[in-house]
């Protein structure tokens, strides 16, 4: 059964249209990649289904409710920016429960124990590695139990290790959690390691969405094939 589904989505900034009638439907339990080049529309469509962008027509489906016009805090869904965006002031403790009504102190250990930082709940985002750092906005995002986990560029420069780290993780999240998470990504090799589907953009528009297997063995186009071997 779906657990999100666009429907014809459509946006623009301006004279530009960013995404032109866009529709993916993202199953439960799974990983999917909405992999596109700079400026394909991926970013804006990961902010229409946090809840950050309003689509000028077309519908946002969770779980066979229309979600289209509900705030973020009302969508069960977490959000890891590229960036991290950890509070500078706040301890680890208090960015990962930052969301969090009830038993912090519980919520705080077992996030800490998921991301293999324990002990570390006193100290500050500049006392952490930028590997940690990660690990925190991850634990944050996590920590009101969410639904569905959408990850804007978690691979965007990083190392070798880290990266094949992070995506050991993700593929643990799945198996241990059941969580729904959409991937934003330019690198297709990334989305390919780690997602059960792949949706690629370009110019707003859906060229393909398949499985990795059908992506590489039969893409729908000349621009898919190039893609799978830059």
Same mark, same amino acid.
């Given at each position: 059964?779906?657990?999100?589904?666009?429907?014809?989505?459509?946006?623009?900034?301006?004279?530009?249209?960013?995404?032109?009638?866009?529709?993916?439907?993202?199953?439960?339990?799974?990983?999917?990649?909405?992999?596109?080049?700079?400026?394909?529309?991926?970013?804006?469509?990961?902010?229409?289904?946090?809840?950050?962008?309003?689509?000028?027509?077309?519908?946002?489906?969770?779980?066979?409710?229309?979600?289209?016009?509900?705030?973020?805090?009302?969508?069960?869904?977490?959000?890891?920016?590229?960036?991290?965006?950890?509070?500078?002031?706040?301890?680890?403790?208090?960015?990962?429960?930052?969301?969090?009504?009830?038993?912090?102190?519980?919520?705080?250990?077992?996030?800490?124990?998921?991301?293999?930082?324990?002990?570390?709940?006193?100290?500050?985002?500049?006392?952490?590695? +930028?590997?940690?750092? @990660?690990?925190? #906005?991850?634990?944050?995002? !996590?920590?009101?139990?969410? %639904?569905?986990?959408?990850? $804007?560029?978690?691979?965007?420069?990083?190392?070798?290790?880290?990266?094949?780290?992070?995506?050991?993780?993700?593929?643990?999240?799945?198996?241990?959690?059941?969580?729904?998470?959409?991937?934003?990504?330019?690198?297709?090799?990334?989305?390919?390691?780690?997602?059960?589907?792949?949706?690629?953009?370009?110019? +707003?528009?859906?060229? @393909?969405?398949? #499985?990795?297997?059908?992506? !590489?063995?039969?893409?729908? %186009?000349?621009?898919?094939? $190039?893609?799978?071997?830059?």
């Amino acid at each position: 059964m779906p657990t999100l589904t666009l429907n014809n989505i459509t946006k623009s900034f301006g004279t530009q249209t960013v995404l032109d009638e866009v529709s993916i439907t993202v199953r439960s339990n799974r990983v999917t990649a909405i992999v596109g080049e700079s400026g394909s529309g991926k970013t804006t469509l990961l902010r229409i289904i946090a809840g950050l962008e309003t689509p000028e027509s077309g519908s946002v489906i969770l779980d066979k409710k229309e979600i289209t016009h509900l705030p973020p805090n009302k969508r069960s869904m977490g959000l890891v920016f590229q960036d991290y965006a950890l509070f500078p002031h706040l301890t680890v403790e208090k960015n990962i429960t930052f969301g969090v009504k009830k038993q912090k102190a519980k919520v705080t250990q077992q996030m800490l124990s998921l991301i293999n930082l324990e002990g570390y709940e006193k100290r500050h985002p500049h006392e952490l590695s +930028g590997g940690q750092q @990660q690990r925190v #906005a991850l634990a944050r995002a !996590l920590a009101p139990s969410p %639904s569905i986990l959408l990850m $804007d560029e978690p691979f965007s420069n990083l190392d070798p290790i880290r990266r094949k780290k992070l995506r050991e993780q993700i593929q643990l999240l799945t198996t241990q959690t059941n969580l729904t998470i959409i991937i934003i990504t330019h690198d297709i090799e990334d989305a390919l390691d780690i997602s059960d589907s792949i949706v690629i953009l370009k110019e +707003g528009q859906v060229i @393909q969405e398949d #499985a990795p297997t059908a992506i !590489l063995e039969s893409p729908i %186009s000349q621009y898919v094939k $190039d893609l799978t071997r830059t």
